[in-house]
């Protein structure tokens, strides 16, 4: 009876090593492929501000987790203008422009290709023209390059690469050379128009059809204009050829030049 004992111990003793081993073997033992942790994917918590401008240029701030790898956002398809702060919790960028009064997808993309969406809305521009640099120019021809610095000014184009964004000068049309933007800041370069004498008002419009004016921001001026020179030629030796000079604007004049060389009126 007492052997018995003893044996049943010893299978007990036997059986619970086993045991031990096994649970030994199934903590050290690695995870199969198919169970391992995967990485996590980028999560955006909140956007601020929610809603951005038609016009683009406005700084978005996105907050959340694991967005430290961030290499693209785009929204609505269209690439973000810039990407100026990347940390593991926020990304500033600077949106580009959309159509007002649309929710677009905003996405955020990391280089390993993980990425999260949300919702962003756009609003009717808020178009602000804060300096004109060349601010004057001559009355004939126009044609005067100035460049127009402000805040909200729509820089999308046409696919003939002609600018949607319209300026006037004195309510004529300019013809717009180029739209740039530096952070929330546009500079529009355009080629200005015929005007009168006198101050003119200078107007942007952005498609969404809100406007920016800056009155008597722009002052034409009467420049000279030779129309006939009669005769236009003459003797090299001792000059001397009377010449008549028609055109407009010429009863100012002060001094004139034929070559280098000063000519008494």
Do not use: C
């Not at 010893?10 to 492929?33: D, N």
């Not at 600018?163 to 049309?173: D, H, K, R, T």
């Amino acid at each position: 009876m007492l052997w018995l004992t003893q044996k049943s111990l010893h299978k007990k003793k036997i059986t619970a090593f086993i045991l031990s081993v096994l649970l030994l073997m199934t903590i050290v033992e690695p995870l199969p492929a198919w169970a391992e942790e995967k990485p996590v994917g980028p999560v955006i918590e909140a956007i601020t501000p929610a809603q951005v401008s038609s016009a683009g240029g406005t700084v978005i701030q996105i907050k959340g987790t694991g967005l430290s790898s961030t290499t693209a956002v785009t929204i609505g398809g269209r690439p973000v203008e810039k990407i100026s702060t990347v940390e593991d919790t926020v990304v500033e960028v600077i949106a580009p422009y959309g159509d007002a009064g649309t929710s677009s997808k905003l996405k955020l993309v990391r280089s390993d290709d993980k990425y999260a969406e949300a919702t962003i809305t756009y609003r009717e521009s808020n178009p602000r023209i804060d300096e004109i640099v060349q601010d004057y120019g001559p009355v004939r021809g126009g044609g005067t390059e100035v460049t127009i610095k402000g805040e909200e000014l729509d820089n999308r184009q046409y696919d003939d690469g002609t600018y949607a964004i319209q300026v006037l000068f004195g309510g004529e049309p300019a013809v717009v050379l180029k739209v740039e933007r530096e952070g929330q800041i546009s500079r529009v370069k355009v080629k200005v128009p015929e005007g009168s004498v006198g101050k003119a008002d200078v107007t942007v419009i952005n498609p969404d059809k809100k406007q920016a004016v800056k009155s008597e921001a722009f002052t034409y001026y009467v420049s000279p204009h030779i129309e006939s020179i009669t005769p236009n030629f003459g003797p090299t030796r001792g000059g001397g050829t009377l010449v008549e000079i028609r055109g407009e604007h010429l009863d100012l004049t002060t001094n004139l030049l034929f070559g280098v060389q000063n000519i008494r009126t």
